[in-house]
């Protein structure tokens, strides 16, 4: 189920473009989690237009003056935005939505629409730019319709006089709760005196679509990155990537390698000044140092206007004091939330509530952990088993009578600030304002789980403060205990002790897990390395035997292709021989022919007839063409013996005393 409700949740915020997650969660739990119905609700239907039915072919975009007519109020300067089929001026095509602050005509098959029409005087120079817009449009269409009149790029556009100031271009003005007419400044770095941009800025719009590699050296665990991005990455966006590599959060990041000029983290890599394509980068942690605490106090009187009443809050009175010292030291001022209400960024969140507590308190408090809920859930809780700490959350209301009093007696005793500095990661938030609760409540509900964020929820503003503990055991992150405020010192430092001694006994079984686990994996990587070293060896002999055989192959097929292209030799010769030998004499012929008898290596015999006057080398090659080759055998005569290829081969049979017949033995040479 819980799964199911993180996507609905991640389809709520995708569809509405929420980013508050405790303002979707909200809206959703109205609905009894029903998308459709959650989104109708946040999103009125006037303004759900898909991409497909704006229109984005503008060429040109001209400013024209429309009179006020008699049913309408009249407003001063106001300016209507209208698109002319003409040459564009600028370089690149503006996507421009026409048309939300025409006149509504009345129509009966909508609802009347509750969008309000913003208006804007931006001041640029000596010029004012009136705008209107309404409150669905975002930063980024407001900043588009600037482009369009003055030409500069949104990526250089600096607005400032906000009342909130937006996150990003994508935020909605209607988040923003703007009044109805608002003042607002343009700061364009890089403007030449003419008002034309430079020759390096016109290339700009080139430049976001363009790939940026950054190679990043982590100087804290001696890493190398090389990352890509687009032009049109943000300087916030690839710090946070860097997190989720270096483990490093962007508030604690320390660079080297941004130019001087870039004072805002929502620029653009392309308006950036960074070298392209590829630009070197260093960071590092920054170190942490803690405030000291200070010995001397001073007394305080807050007078906070408050929901519920109204409380005088004296903070570290001394026990007696005369009248005199009721003039002494004594500061008057109207207490200020220690966050305020309907916070954004939840860091920053966190570090007003480290100042307004220590400006309320006193110095005298634990050291609160200067980050996000999940940054302080893995600094405390995800780390090695050595290295791991305690999480307590303290949980503050404004609203509550326990609340002074836990802070300044509970909160600053000596024996409670020196067990939460050693052995906890202290982590603190406000609950006075809903919205803040809810933001908080969804923080939990990511990190810690659903029923973590049930359980905080059913904690009634009398018991507040809390402190949160929280632990990691058997790789879970839970909430071990809750220290509510109705409680003593020695309660408190009782609970915590208590945490203390489970936890290191935890701790102590999971180091010593971790060190078997450490050696069994040691034990097995030596293993793996030695059977790794045997594989190889035997596929070195196996790759050794391989080749041998293949040589072996290669050697007998090369001889074999010898001895065939020999025995091709050997034939061509043999029939050449037979096609000039005499024909064998008739045995009529008389006394002028001899009859040689030739008895072969293997035992058998061979006769034929030769005439007396042939020479010797008919004889020779006769036995050629019989497959006896004078290179390879030897004839031999019976009487006398005599070898007859060594003979000279023209002398006749007749001279040779080869006649009237004559016995030769073949030998192998």
Known sequence: MSENREQVLADFQACTG???????IFHLEETNWDLLAAINRVMPQETQTLPSEMDVDVEMIEEIKREPSNS?????????????RSDCPLPFQLPVSVGADFIPLPSTSQPESSTRLLQFRIHFREEVIQLQLPDTGTVGDLKTLLTAQLGILACQQGLEGWKHYPSSDLTTLASLNLPKENILFLTVPDIMEDGELSAEDSSTAERLIQPYTLNVHDESQQKNYSLKFLGSKTVLEVKTDVYTLTDIPVRHQVWTGWPSQLKNDRTTLACSGIRHPVHEFTVKRAPFTAHPIKENKKFVVDLADS????????????ETFTEDDIFVDVETKRMQPLIPNNVEDEVAGCIHFSDQFTNRYGECHPE????SLDEAVKEACLRSA????????????DGSVLTNVFCTQLLGFESVLQCLNNHFVVWGWDLTHESNKLKFLGSVTRTLGSVAAMTIRNIEVERLPALLIIMRMRSATEIFTIVHGNVGVSE???????AVDVFTEQQRMEI???????????VKREQDAAY????EADRAKEEAKRHQELMENREKERREIRRQEVELIKEAHRLEVKSQLPEEPQESAGAGITKIRFRLPKGECLTRRFQITAPLKVLLDFLVVQGYPPDEYKVISSWPRRDLTSLDSKLTLQELKLCPQETVILEER
């Open 18 to 24: 929420i980013e508050d997650v405790g303002e979707a």
């Open 72 to 84: 309408v109020k009249s407003s001063p300067d106001v300016t209507v935005i209208s698109c002319v």
């Open 307 to 318: 929901d519920n009443s109204s409380v005088e809050e004296f903070e570290d009175a001394s």
């Open 368 to 371: 609160f952990f200067p980050g």
């Open 386 to 397: 050595k290295d791991r700490r305690l999480l307590a959350v303290y949980l503050h209301h």
């Open 492 to 498: 408190l430092l009782t609970s915590l002790i208590q």
């Open 512 to 522: 010593r897990e971790e060190d078997e686990r450490a050696a069994r994996e040691l």
């Open 532 to 535: 790794q070293e045997s594989l």
